[in-house]
């Protein structure tokens, strides 16, 4: 079973910030987070991952809070494009025999 | 540089039958992984192989099964299907065994319709 719970849809005005929260209040110590994407009839995308700092690259940013129970991906300009399903995943760093475990995600929808 | 590639992308088979589903991963990538996903059940993993070895393996029934060839290239085969394997079959590469650094890279999926 997934270990986070994320709110089942959101909207966002083109152009305006996405902010998309992930609660996993059970997290343990070496658990990362890991955000990926699903765009309609594609393959997920992954985003971007975390352990405890503030990360962000070419596509988002993650806010980890200090207790690390809860995140937020943060899109900076959403676009039409980024119309998906997010999903925030834990899951231990290194464990190459821990499959990624994917709950349901937050549909986004950014509208013009 | 190529992703994954799955064939055949849109197949329709009927009850009883068999079918077998082929994956690439990006050159260099040793580990692929399958997931099922439907609307009801959402992603599930199915299994995952590195250098020629099942390494994991999810909560699916024997007639799921799978296998990965030296070049890495991996087929999956689902025997006498019902109606609820009609799923979209998902392929997903990484460098490292389960994609240690927690990055896959998925394909487009193999959209399979039992009826």
């Known amino acids: 079973d997934a270990k986070t719970t994320q709110p089942p849809s959101m909207d966002c005005a083109e152009g305006r910030a996405a902010n998309l929260p992930c609660n996993h209040s059970?997290?343990?110590?070496?658990?990362?987070v890991y955000w990926y994407r699903q765009i309609h009839s594609q393959g997920p995308q992954y985003i971007i991952h975390?352990?405890?700092?503030?990360e962000t690259n070419e596509m988002a940013s993650l806010i980890i809070t200090e207790d690390r129970k809860s995140s937020t991906l943060i899109l900076p300009h959403a676009t039409l494009r980024d119309t998906a399903v997010y999903y925030c995943?834990?899951?231990?760093w290194g464990s190459g025999n821990t499959p990624l475990v994917f709950g349901k995600g937050t549909r986004l929808s950014v509208i013009a | 540089k190529a992703g994954v590639t799955q064939t055949p992308r849109y197949l329709i088979k009927t009850r009883g039958q068999q079918v077998t589903l082929s994956c690439s991963p990006i050159s260099g990538h040793r580990s692929v992984s399958w997931y099922q996903q439907t609307p009801g059940q959402g992603l599930q993993f199915l299994f995952e192989?590195?250098?020629?070895?099942?390494?994991n393996k999810g909560n699916f029934p024997g007639r799921f099964s799978g296998r990965q060839f030296s070049n890495s290239r991996s087929e999956m085969n689902v025997s006498t299907l019902e109606l609820g394997d009609s799923a979209l079959y998902l392929c997903?590469?990484?460098?490292?065994?389960?994609?240690?650094?927690?990055?896959?890279?998925f394909g487009e999926g193999s959209r399979l319709t039992v009826l």
């Open positions: 192989y590195f250098s020629e070895t099942q390494r």
């Open positions: 997903a590469s990484s460098v490292a065994q389960g994609g240690t650094a927690g990055e896959l890279f």
């Open positions: 059970t997290i343990s110590g070496n658990e990362y």
């Open positions: 995943i834990v899951r231990p």
């Open positions: 975390g352990l405890k700092n503030n």
